[in-house]
């Protein structure tokens, strides 16, 4: 019956939609009816409201919603979300303010001459729009307004000219700022979330271990991985459109023939392309450069684009007049000034140390200064000018509302489909597909693409990709990232903007087109994009790391980036570091060679043998790094064999899983009819009966399936995945212990300047011990031990300072004994130093040589951060997907 009730669910939905009700009413309402028809049902025929439910019942799924309501309202930390309104209102601004339309009508007079000149243009500026706004119907509609009449003026084909600017209007789609990402990162966030909650119950249920390893984990997405994850795929989709339009033009002129510019191409000419090109791509530039190189959140970078608009907006509203752009240069200048000052100084005004640092606070200050008037003049003009900032908020209140109100129930309708079981029968439908991964993939790509003959973009985001994208990311066979995925499916429903009937870049450039450009015109226009948007989703497709390579650099090189030592990018290092040492070996040995010669019969006895077992150590590298290509070869050659043996079996075992589960519910359902005795229905009880006994006899004959060397060959397996992760264990341990008391003695030399600076004041305690009150002595005390703690290896000087101090504590202070170990602790110091200055003089150079030899290679591990070609080799490891099936 639940299915009976999801498809009710699901009817109530279309006939709302197709019948013209406003989509944000027609998915909570398709929800609330059909859990209200359900539970109604179930009351009056089975005297339980919730028997129609897959599990819980009415209340605690329209409970579902009502949080997920409250979710989407009170959440202000999902910043995926609040990044909406502000790329709204950017783009919304730079259409109003006429900074789009400028940028077409120059690039035509400068693309024009060529053949498809026009075509490129709007292609171009397309994609330059795409940038800045986001906003498909008002690209569409300046495009359309601008460039259709002059396209076909100059007798370019109806259907190249409509489907071009269709196609270029929807770039806004994929790329960056792009409301359909910004949704799709919110909806895959969660999705990864439940897809890595999924994959842990499947590692458990293979292996028996509670803990899976990280390196397993489904990685999330936020919107600024999607903006950046997209940027090389838009590019490939304006490539591929320009080559059609230029091929188009060159095998059949007259479908695009140039237009000569009629002006004279001088230096006013090129001032003119300057003035309308720069500053939509100095936006460009801050907005994305911001998020990909980790300077600002999406959220930020949404406020400097809505800033910078609205300071464009301010001096092109009033071009022609002298002071036009004085606000610009202002703002210019004082985020000039603020990145300079930045850059040289860390400014707390809590903290200011010296006058140098509050001259640079005071100049820092006089900067916000002229950048908050530069903003509020901005601001000024396009309120008061042509009522351009009233229009602009109110068109992005809309949009928004619009936006977060389909959200909004469409948590109410996912909520409603989960509770009839519709998410149980999607997984059960894709995992039934033969084909694996890549069969339940095309699938979905499939279905999503039909869709968007019918619905908009925001409804399949939210409705369908809840449902499917947990299970291809669950998926261990591809082990996909959720900004793949994200890509993947944007560049998908950024078709859903072309294809009939319901294309909405469709109906607007209908709206603003001649009367002699026929609707079957722009169809037939749309076609030949479209077809090229699948063959630049099969590309994206094709090549993961043309989506996956950007987001991981970005993230390896930021600020925030993990150390090299994070689990997850161990194997990727290793596939750095193991070639280094095949090319390095002679030099690596001759470095432990050199350091050998060293005398250090000098150093404590713990930093000698410290030092002379790192360099054993660092020997021992070479053949523990052969046993991991080994035990790594011995795997890749037992697994060739027992590949399909294991997806076989694991595949009976599923099976085995839901004949289970079905089992489960007819005992449960068995139970309460036993206990019902007023409802008790013989032939209902019988019919049980036989169906548990089916399934049983269906169960028994899985299991005797399964091939009776499966045991042994997954003993086997884990055999050699245990040796292989054991080799690599030991390298790596290996590894930091040669290399740490390098680091060790390193910093302890880097800081014997220091020390020895302290030599007066470790002096200075004698008399204070002897002279001053104890409260006042162990009060100094206190502070050399703080001083002594931040200088590496003083720890056993500050230890007998430290009993000093407690020997002046409590009702009977003991002076003598706090004499005694200040005594003790200043031999210690003495001997430190002695041992301290003669190995700065004979060690630190050799041993910083020979650190530096390391760093790269058996040191790598326990650097801070990836240096950038080394961020760049893992981020190409890290870009492609690597199946980890055989591991569940």
């Known amino acids: 019956m639940e299915v009976f009730f999801l498809l009710i669910l699901v009817l109530l939905m279309v006939i709302a939609l197709t019948s013209g009700f406003p989509v944000a009413f027609s998915l909570p309402g ?27 019942g009415p209340l605690e799924w329209l409970s579902a919603g009502v949080t997920n309501f409250r979710s989407l309202y009170w959440d202000v930390e999902r910043d995926t979300l609040i990044a909406i309104p502000l790329f709204i209102f950017m783009g919304i601004m730079l259409q109003r303010s006429k900074i789009a339309e400028d940028l077409l009508v120059t690039m035509a007079q400068l693309f024009g001459p060529i053949p498809g000149g026009l075509g490129i243009t709007v292609v171009f500026v397309g994609a330059l729009l795409a940038a800045t706004t986001g906003i498909v119907g008002a690209t569409v509609i300046a495009m359309g307004l601008i460039s259709l009449p002059t396209m076909l003026e100059h007798n370019y084909s109806k259907p190249l000219a409509t489907g071009t600017i269709c196609a270029s209007g929807t770039l806004g789609q994929i790329i960056a700022p792009s409301i359909v990402l910004i949704i799709l990162a919110d909806q895959l966030s969660n999705a990864a979330d ?14 028996g271990e509670f803990t899976m390893p990280s390196e397993f984990s489904v990685s999330s997405a936020s919107a ?35 237009v000569p510019y ?24 801050t907005v994305l450069g911001s998020i990909i190189m980790g300077i600002a959140t999406v959220n930020q970078a949404g406020a400097i684009g809505a800033i910078g608009a609205m300071i464009m907006g301010g001096y092109r509203l009033t071009e022609g007049q002298k002071n036009s752009f004085y606000p610009a240069i202002l703002a210019v200048i004082s985020t000039a000034m603020i990145i300079i000052i930045l850059n040289f100084y860390q400014l707390n005004i809590k903290n200011i140390r010296d006058s140098e640092e509050a001259t640079a606070m005071i100049i820092a200050t006089i900067a916000v200064i002229g950048l908050l008037i530069a903003i509020f003049w901005s601001a000024w003009r396009t309120f008061h000018i042509e009522d351009t900032l009233r229009g602009v908020m109110l068109e992005t209140s809309k949009t928004t509302s619009m936006v977060f109100i389909i959200l909004l129930g469409a948590t109410m309708l996912t909520s409603a489909f989960r509770g009839f079981g519709g998410e149980e029968l999607v997984k059960e439908f894709l995992t039934s597909i033969p084909g694996g991964f890549w069969a339940q993939f095309i699938v979905v790509m499939a279905v999503i693409f039909l869709l968007g003959f019918f619905l908009d973009f925001i409804e399949i985001a939210v409705v369908v990709v809840p449902l499917v994208a947990p299970i291809l990311l669950a998926d261990p066979s591809a082990n996909i990232t959720a900004v793949w995925l994200g890509v993947m499916i944007g560049i ?19 709206g603003v087109a001649p009367p002699d450009v026929k609707t079957l015109h722009i169809y037939r226009g749309v076609v030949a994009f479209i077809i090229l948007q699948l063959v630049g989703l099969a590309i994206a497709g094709y090549f993961p790391p043309l989506v996956n390579y950007l987001p991981n650099r970005a993230y390896l090189t930021s600020d925030n980036a993990p150390p090299p030592i994070n689990p997850k990018l161990q194997r990727c290092i290793e596939e750095v570091t193991f070639p280094y040492y095949a090319e390095e070996e002679r030099a690596i040995r001759g470095g432990v060679d050199s350091i050998s010669k060293v005398n250090v019969e000098y150093l404590p006895e713990k930093y000698k043998k410290a030092l002379n077992a790192s360099q054993q150590q660092v020997l021992a590298t070479f053949d523990l790094v052969e046993a991991v290509h080994q035990s790594d070869i011995q795997l890749k050659e037992f697994i060739s064999g027992y590949e399909d043996l294991h997806h076989q079996v694991r595949r009976t075992e599923s099976e085995i899983r839901k004949i289970d589960n079905d089992i489960y519910k007819l005992k449960q359902r068995k139970m309460l009819l036993e206990r019902n005795e007023e409802d008790f229905d013989p032939l209902i009880m019988n019919q049980i009966k036989e169906s548990i006994k089916t399934f049983k006899g269906i169960k028994d004959e899985l299991e005797k399936s399964i091939p009776s060397q499966w045991e042994s060959e997954r003993g086997k397996f884990e055999k050699l995945s245990k040796d292989s992760r054991s080799a690599r264990q030991k390298y790596r341990r290996n590894s930091d212990s040669a290399y740490e008391p390098l680091i060790q003695i390193s910093t302890i030399l880097k800081q014997t300047p220091k020390l020895f600076e302290m030599e007066s004041q470790l002096k200075s305690l004698q008399s204070v011990i002897e002279e001053e009150q104890p409260e006042t002595a162990m009060k100094r005390i206190k502070e050399i031990e703080s001083s002594l703690g931040n200088i590496a290896g003083s720890s056993p000087i500050k230890s007998k300072f430290s009993k000093a101090r407690r020997a002046l504590k409590g009702k009977n202070p003991n002076s003598e004994k706090a004499l005694k170990q200040w005594q003790n602790g200043m031999t210690i110091y003495f001997q430190e130093m002695e041992w301290r200055q003669r190995a700065l003089k004979e060690l630190h150079e050799p041993l910083a040589n020979y650190e530096l030899l390391l760093r790269d290679s058996i040191g790598l591990r326990l650097q801070k951060k990836l240096n950038l070609d080394q961020a760049k080799a893992v ?14």
């Open 30 to 56: 398709s929800a609330i009816l059909s859990i209200g028809i359900a539970a109604l049902s179930g009351y009056l025929f089975e005297g339980n409201p919730s028997a129609y439910f897959a599990e819980d």
């Open 194 to 207: 439940i897809a890595n909650t999924s994959r842990i119950t499947d590692y458990k249920l293979a292996t």
């Open 224 to 258: 600024g991985e999607m903006f950046v994850g997209a940027f090389l795929p838009g590019i490939v989709l304006v490539g591929l459109y320009m080559l059609y339009i230029l091929i188009s033009a060159l095998l059949n002129p007259g479908t695009a023939p140039p």
């Open 262 to 285: 009629e002006g004279k191409i001088d230096s006013k000419f090129f001032l003119k392309v300057l003035m309308a090109l720069v500053p939509p791509l100095a936006l460009i530039f």
């Open 492 to 510: 998908n429903l950024q078709t859903s903007f072309l294809t009939p009937p319901f294309g909405f870049a469709l109906f607007y450039l209908r």
């Open 875 to 888: 981020s190409v490891c890290k870009s492609s997907h690597e199946d980890i099936s055989l591991f569940f």
